[in-house]
């Protein structure tokens, strides 16, 4: 016997309010971290891209600025194979010559 889930009450059906406050979940808890952790967003970015482009990729500035990356907002500071690595936790990035970023997973 199967349970009727939509009691009639809903403005969605339950599948799209399932996705719905799965999202909003998202969301709050991607407020929470910020407020605890402000490097967290930086971290995520550079995970992001990391795992799109692989290890010590190099990504043109403006795309992460326009992500959200704030380059100023990092944890520590380490020389890494001679270039001066900003690391959030376990990612970090280097600029290049030319002002691109190269990534690290660290």
Not at 9 to 19: I, V
Not at 21 to 40: D, G, H, T, V
Not at 59 to 76: E, V
Request: charged share 25%.
């Amino acid at each position: 016997m199967a349970i009727n889930l939509n009691h009639g009450n809903r403005l969605r059906p339950p599948e799209k309010a399932y996705e719905r406050n799965k999202q909003r979940s998202r969301e709050n808890y991607a407020k929470a971290m910020l407020a605890i952790n402000p490097y967290w967003l930086n971290e995520k970015i550079i995970r992001e891209e990391v795992n799109l482009n692989g290890r010590m990729c190099i990504i043109p500035h403006l795309q992460l600025i326009d992500k959200g990356l704030k380059p100023k907002l990092y944890s520590a500071q380490r020389t890494i194979e001679g270039e001066q690595v900003f690391i959030m936790k376990n990612h970090g990035y280097s600029l290049t010559t030319d002002k691109n970023f190269k990534l690290w997973k660290i």
